[in-house]
């Protein structure tokens, strides 16, 4: 088996920059199936089994994979020279152009910087095999990612790359004998799954796509989820649409439908819209690659934390512990970008994420989300009669998110433009709301990580180096989380979500 050459390690990467000057426009992805021999089947079968169970013992379980028939068909589609591209180190055989490998060891999952003049692109290669859906068919997913001076070089690419999913899908068109005449007819294969958006095509069966179709489903292709429906079937995704019309929905983050009739194209305005919802998607294929890979790797190196995904027991209704699990999904659903509204919580208001991060939202580690009972215990606000009403004191939940809200405040970008003059203000109000003055005052610390690890951000890996924590007067325990936070393009990553002691003054 052949593997890359004199690659950079993934955690080289210059994920701060990458995130700086790479604005992506259009997110591809590509599958196709990766033969085992026989006599490991048990083997990958047990590792899909084992390995949450027992990570110690299975962390070194790994799919390897020769990558050289992927970079063959881009060398021969771009002009390349393959053993440069197999050096990994930037040179391709065209002056102009560059490839470099982040990959530890050479091998998958890894992540090749690929520039085209000056258009970029950001690939990634990993194995979906060691998970129990795919167990028994491992697949090679590649995840690309374009800016806008790339899109003329993506119908070639898409061209070279799609030949892997080609062993999986039926031909474009078949030869079948009706009488004394041969006739083509269609049968082209869905493309794409997971993806936002969802287009449904209805085609006539001995014709084919029409010219307009044929250029919408370039388009469209292995960046939507794609059904092709032939005029005689009912398979009940084309619903009531006519040969040659076309219908697009989409799921997230807000549902929309367009509908084209026949002859009517795409406009390139929708097309945007669609390639926007699609690098969303693709980064969050390249994150969980990559979480999973980088997971083991914070196991081995063993952060702060004491592992945070070990869950004890609990009685089977607890209604502290549902509550609290609650407000940390809606919590981390706002954090993330997919809650709807701003939320009022008790006597506070915590800031808007979007106006804290107006570019990009926050991503959230898996740990943050799945933290154990302990953490959660005891995070609820305490109650107290203010005026005859029962009022609150903070949520600590509420808390960490206002603290997270407050890290572009704290870790300013070094060329940000600061306000010439600082404007403050007092309350001034009757001797009665006094009762109503929050009594128990907050606490608030950022520190950095004496132990970094790293994790994962919008297709990156990233180093998490800093921490927060925050407390209420009295509270034995404080919250805290460990952050990764890029100023100079307020990048966000949150990991995970545990208890401390209360920091000293």
């Not at 899109?151 to 068109?173: C, D, M, T, W, Y």
């Not at 808007?352 to 154990?372: L, R």
Request: proline share 6%; with cysteine.
């Amino acid at each position: 088996m052949t593997h890359l050459k004199n690659t950079y390690g993934l955690k080289a990467i210059p994920s701060e920059k990458i995130l700086r000057d790479f604005h992506a426009v259009r997110g591809m992805r590509f599958r196709g199936p990766i033969d085992i021999p026989p006599e490991d089947i048990p083997v990958l079968a047990a590792i899909s089994l084992n390995r949450k169970h027992d990570p110690k013992a299975w962390k070194n379980a790994r799919i390897n994979t020769d990558v050289t028939p992927v970079f063959a068909v881009i060398a021969a589609q771009m002009g390349y020279d393959l053993p440069s591209l197999l050096e990994g180190k930037g040179e391709t055989g065209k002056p102009d152009d560059s490839w470099t490998v982040y990959a530890d060891e050479g091998k998958a999952p890894m992540l090749i910087r690929w520039t085209i003049g000056k258009a970029q692109l950001l690939m990634s290669i990993g194995i979906l095999g060691t998970e129990a859906f795919f167990a028994l068919r491992p697949m090679l997913e590649i995840c690309l990612l374009a800016d806008r001076k790339a899109v003329p070089h993506l119908p070639g690419i898409n061209e070279a790359l799609r030949r892997i999913e080609q062993i999986i899908e039926p031909e474009e068109s078949v030869d079948v004998s009706e009488g004394n005449v041969v006739k083509r007819v269609l049968t082209v294969g869905d493309s794409g799954t997971d993806f936002s958006v969802s287009c449904v095509f209805r085609a006539e069966a001995t014709k084919g796509l029409t010219e307009i179709r044929a250029s919408d489903y370039a388009e469209l292709a292995n960046s939507t989820n794609i059904i092709v429906e032939e005029a005689h079937e009912q398979r009940g995704f084309a619903g009531d649409l006519l040969v040659d019309e076309l219908k697009i929905s989409a799921r997230e983050p807000k549902f929309f439908r367009f509908h084209y009739e026949a002859g009517r194209p795409v406009p390139p305005d929708t097309l945007k819209l669609i390639h926007h919802m699609s690098v969303r998607n693709v980064r969050e294929s390249m994150d969980s690659v990559f979480w999973s890979y980088l997971q083991d790797q914070r196991d081995v190196a063993g952060d702060e934390t004491g592992g945070t995904l070990r869950q004890e027991e609990t009685p089977s209704i607890d209604g502290e512990l549902a509550e609290r699990r609650l407000r940390l999904e809606l919590n981390a659903m706002e954090l993330s970008g997919h809650g709807r509204h701003g939320r009022r919580r008790g006597r506070f208001h915590v800031p808007f994420v979007g106006d804290a991060f107006p570019f990009n939202w926050p991503t959230v580690g898996m740990e943050f989300e799945h933290c154990p009972a302990s953490v959660l215990r005891g995070t609820g606000p305490d109650l107290k009669m203010s005026g005859g009403d029962v009022t609150t004191s903070w949520d600590l939940l509420d808390l960490m998110q206002e603290a997270l809200c407050r890290i572009p405040k704290e870790f300013p970008a070094a060329r940000a433009r600061q306000s010439e003059i600082k404007l403050l203000a007092t309350i001034e109000a009757p001797v009665m709301a006094e009762q109503y003055r929050d009594t128990a005052p907050v606490g608030r610390k950022y520190v950095a990580l004496t132990n970094p690890f790293y994790a994962v951000h919008r297709g990156l890996p990233v180093r998490v180096d800093r921490s927060v924590s925050v407390w209420r007067a009295g509270d034995r325990e404080a919250l805290a989380a460990d952050f990764f936070y890029a100023p100079e393009s307020r990048d966000l990553h949150v990991a995970n979500l545990y208890r401390v002691k209360v920091p000293k003054a």
